[in-house]
Nanobody
């Protein structure tokens, strides 16, 4: 199983993007979900996660700017990213938390200064 993230792109600093990650109802009902990112030369890091009950947690670097959510009707997890900064530039991935599935290709987010 691979979870494919989409919605990335090129945006100026201060802009916004919303990433999407469709997943099966089984996966979403049984797992905490996470958004991760990997910048060139860096390790993959957890950006945000959401429990089955909807409790959220964020990395300090994105807190108050990013919002993770899950839509049970659409079987999709989202990452709303506001006030984007150049340091947010990375490939973004979704997976369960902790990660269980093969990593997809991710979606590139590039923030220009």
């Amino acid at each position: 199983v691979q979870l494919q993230a989409s919605g990335g792109g090129l945006v100026q600093a201060g802009g916004s993007l919303r990433l999407s990650c469709p997943a099966s109802r089984f996966i979403l009902r049984a797992n905490e979900m996470g958004w991760f990112r990997q910048a060139p030369g860096n390790q993959r890091e957890l950006v945000a996660r959401i429990t089955i009950a909807g409790t959220t947690a964020y990395a300090a670097s994105v807190k108050d700017r990013f919002t993770i959510s899950r839509d049970s009707a659409k079987n999709t997890v989202y990452l709303q990213m506001n006030s984007l900064k150049p340091e947010d530039t990375a490939v973004y991935y979704c997976n369960t938390f902790p990660s269980k599935y093969i990593w997809g290709q991710g979606t590139q987010v590039t923030v220009s200064s």
